[in-house]
């Protein structure tokens, strides 16, 4: 692992198109690479500190500095004692308005969905509070079981704009990158989080025994102008995610 990581270090250091200037930042976009990559899997150890600096002829500064920034982003974890791992666990920082594609690539996993519906309807009462819609406005509906390769782990149904998503199909895998290219990211987000039980029906889904624990969230995601583009209402199996926040004094 350490020969794929100083290789890829390297090769971030020669190519010109990502110069970054920095050593930590580049260390930690190689680090980021080699996970993506899986040359090192999820619960390996990564090598220490004081290797790492010895072999990129990095400051121990830098490289401490570097694993800091993967250990706040969740990709990383450390242990009293015994090292830092690449993370087991889906370690989401709730502050990071990332879409599950996003998440599970970056932790070198492959996100697909599976749809139940992909429909255009007029906006139910629930709906057009959410979204801020009057009614008869159009929607777009999505329902899926998000997967890993072939590990399920969330059910999401998502209620769209269609003035702004006129087409499900569209959504190939992600929601996001179909409103990206309508420039219509998101850019901030309200989420609100629940710890459930799984129902009979959700259970068969993710694959886990009735009752088993599970958190609720809902997310609203807003655009620039305040307009709501996204109302996501999701169950995430209780025994892959972790949730962070970073709380601050005022
Ligand atoms: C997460 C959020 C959803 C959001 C989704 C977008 O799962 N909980 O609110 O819609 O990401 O992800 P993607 O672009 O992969 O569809």
């Not at 920095?22 to 290797?51: C, F, K, M, W």
């Not at 309508?182 to 987000?189: L, T």
């Not at 969230?217 to 709501?228: Q, S």
């Amino acid at each position: 692992m350490q020969n794929a990581l100083a290789d890829e270090y390297r090769r971030l250091s020669r190519d010109t198109t990502t110069h970054q200037p920095l050593a930590y930042l580049r260390l930690r976009r190689a680090i980021r690479n080699v996970i993506q990559h899986r040359d090192i899997e999820p619960g390996q150890t990564l090598p220490s500190e004081r290797d790492l600096s010895q072999a990129l002829g990095l400051s121990r500064v830098t490289v401490r500095k570097a694993i800091a920034g993967l250990v706040e982003e969740g990709l990383l974890t450390q242990r009293h004692g015994a090292g830092t791992f690449v993370a087991e666990r889906i370690v989401k920082p709730m502050s990071r308005l990332t879409s599950f594609t996003e998440d599970l690539r970056a932790r070198g996993l492959h996100p697909r969905s599976e749809f139940f519906e992909r429909s255009v309807g007029e906006v139910t009462p629930e709906e057009s509070m959410a979204l801020n819609l009057s009614p008869g406005v159009l929607v777009v509906r999505l329902h899926r079981v998000r997967y890993a390769e072939d590990e399920p782990l969330a059910i999401e149904r998502s209620v769209v704009p269609a003035s702004v998503l006129p087409d499900p199909h569209e959504v190939h895998d992600s929601l996001y990158e179909a409103l990206e290219h309508h420039n219509c990211r998101p850019v901030r987000a309200l989420q609100r989080l629940r710890a459930v039980l799984l129902g009979a029906r959700q259970a068969r889904l993710l694959h886990v025994t009735t009752g088993s624990a599970g958190l609720h969230i809902e997310r609203r995601g807003f655009l620039d102008d305040g307009r709501v583009v996204e109302f996501t209402t999701s169950w995430y199996r209780g025994d892959i995610y972790d949730f962070v926040a970073e709380l601050q004094t005022d």
